[in-house]
């Protein structure tokens, strides 16, 4: 049974799942958001998917974006009336840094992490993804934060173990003074030890590292096409030393 909110009644099973998985993914794609009802077994049939998904943009619940070139797939985020209603079910905060749906690099990073995300659920390693918005919360609410708001609190199965680390998905690069910055911050980090940057391709790779060359934490870089075919089979670089092993052996 449904419950009403002002002149749509949401299913809590159905439609609630889906508009957590938007707020948090910030901006997805259809097929990207598709994937995500399948892999929880919200909504397994496609025309039944796209009606509610049609259902919640008319209903004033969902933005419903082009973002060509990034992706030929319509891009949803979460509308203000939305916000109000996932308010009861997540700390939402409301203080400047909502991202703005016109910006292309926030778009493509949004999707990057995405994919990212489901890589790891469809590979079944992974066991939690915190998202960047539940760190924020985290982080501003609560005596117990970490130094930074990161992508994702990842933890995963490797073997017998698992293994919790702090994901930036980077797609663009900073300026090294900003890399500075945050190679103090993670170095003062208390609450969690391991740091992996994930990169669209090696130069940015090697900037990276260079930035963050003899840091103190165990930071790796890897590169998201190897991440996304097999995580358990991807090599990264250790900050630290520059020497490049399996992902299973650093972590």
Same mark, same amino acid.
């Given at each position: 049974m449904g419950f009403q909110k002002g002149s749509i009644t949401l299913n809590p099973r159905k439609d609630m799942p889906l508009l957590l998985q938007v707020l948090h993914s910030r901006f997805i794609t259809h097929d990207q958001l598709r994937e995500f009802m399948l892999l929880d077994d919200h909504e397994r049939e496609r025309p039944r998917f796209n009606w509610r998904v049609r259902r919640l943009v %008319?209903?004033? +619940?969902?933005?419903r974006d082009c973002a060509r070139p990034i992706t030929p797939s319509p891009v949803y985020s979460i509308t203000p009336v939305a916000a109000?209603?996932?308010a009861e079910h997540c700390a939402i905060l409301d203080n400047g840094k909502q991202k703005d749906a016109s910006s292309a690099n926030d778009l493509g990073h949004a999707i990057g992490l995405n994919e990212l995300h489901l890589?790891?659920?469809?590979?079944r390693v992974l066991e939690d993804w915190q998202?960047?918005?539940a760190i924020r919360a985290k982080n501003e609410l609560t005596p117990f934060g970490?130094?930074?708001?990161y992508d994702a609190i990842v933890t995963v199965r490797?073997?017998?173990?698992?293994? %919790?680390?702090? +994901?930036?998905?980077e797609r663009t690069p900073k300026k090294s003074r900003d890399y500075l910055q945050i190679r103090n911050l993670l170095e003062q980090e208390n609450q969690i030890y391991r740091f992996l940057y994930?990169?669209?391709?090696?130069?940015?790779?090697?900037?990276?590292?260079e930035c963050f060359s003899g840091t103190t934490v165990a930071l790796f870089v890897g590169l998201a096409d190897e991440f996304t075919r097999s995580f358990k089979e991807m090599n990264v670089t250790e900050a630290a030393s520059g020497i490049?092993?399996?992902?299973?052996?650093?972590l």
């Amino acid at each position: 049974m449904g419950f009403q909110k002002g002149s749509i009644t949401l299913n809590p099973r159905k439609d609630m799942p889906l508009l957590l998985q938007v707020l948090h993914s910030r901006f997805i794609t259809h097929d990207q958001l598709r994937e995500f009802m399948l892999l929880d077994d919200h909504e397994r049939e496609r025309p039944r998917f796209n009606w509610r998904v049609r259902r919640l943009v %008319r209903g004033g +619940l969902l933005n419903r974006d082009c973002a060509r070139p990034i992706t030929p797939s319509p891009v949803y985020s979460i509308t203000p009336v939305a916000a109000l209603i996932l308010a009861e079910h997540c700390a939402i905060l409301d203080n400047g840094k909502q991202k703005d749906a016109s910006s292309a690099n926030d778009l493509g990073h949004a999707i990057g992490l995405n994919e990212l995300h489901l890589a790891l659920a469809g590979q079944r390693v992974l066991e939690d993804w915190q998202s960047e918005l539940a760190i924020r919360a985290k982080n501003e609410l609560t005596p117990f934060g970490y130094v930074k708001d990161y992508d994702a609190i990842v933890t995963v199965r490797i073997g017998d173990r698992s293994v %919790r680390f702090a +994901l930036e998905y980077e797609r663009t690069p900073k300026k090294s003074r900003d890399y500075l910055q945050i190679r103090n911050l993670l170095e003062q980090e208390n609450q969690i030890y391991r740091f992996l940057y994930i990169v669209p391709e090696p130069d940015l790779g090697s900037f990276i590292l260079e930035c963050f060359s003899g840091t103190t934490v165990a930071l790796f870089v890897g590169l998201a096409d190897e991440f996304t075919r097999s995580f358990k089979e991807m090599n990264v670089t250790e900050a630290a030393s520059g020497i490049t092993r399996p992902i299973t052996a650093a972590l």
